[in-house]
């Protein structure tokens, strides 16, 4: 069975940092490309950080230069390092891996930047 368990949530000041987590199982995690995406109230889900099989990084223009996406291959878990924070980056951030055609997601975490 897949499951993606994200942690590493929480409240953050507007210009701190928050580092999200997100462990995998169930499936061969070198196999799959990983993904951040994050939703925030009355907004569609985007997709915010995506890394490659190979370990190649993508981001969102509104995160490139703040964010850091991560894998280890050898402990099945993927990060999301957020720095420099700010109020419009409040949402429920979700994991999400494809692989072999198939999406699984995790159950989301919350982040809230707010003074």
């Known amino acids: 069975q897949v499951q993606l368990v994200e942690s590493g949530g929480g409240l953050a000041q507007p210009g701190g940092s928050l580092r999200l987590s997100c462990a995998a199982s169930g499936f061969t995690f070198d196999l799959a490309v990983m993904y951040w995406y994050r939703q925030a109230p009355g907004n569609q889900r985007e997709m915010v950080a995506k890394i490659s099989r190979g370990g190649a990084d993508s981001y969102v223009a509104s995160v490139k230069g703040r964010f850091t996406i991560s894998r280890d291959n050898a402990k099945n878990t993927v990060s999301l390092e957020m720095n420099n924070l700010k109020v419009e980056d409040t949402a429920v951030y979700y994991c999400?891996?494809?692989?072999?055609?198939?999406?699984?997601w995790g159950q989301g975490t919350q982040v809230t930047v707010s003074s």
């Open positions: 999400n891996a494809f692989v072999q055609a198939r999406d699984y």
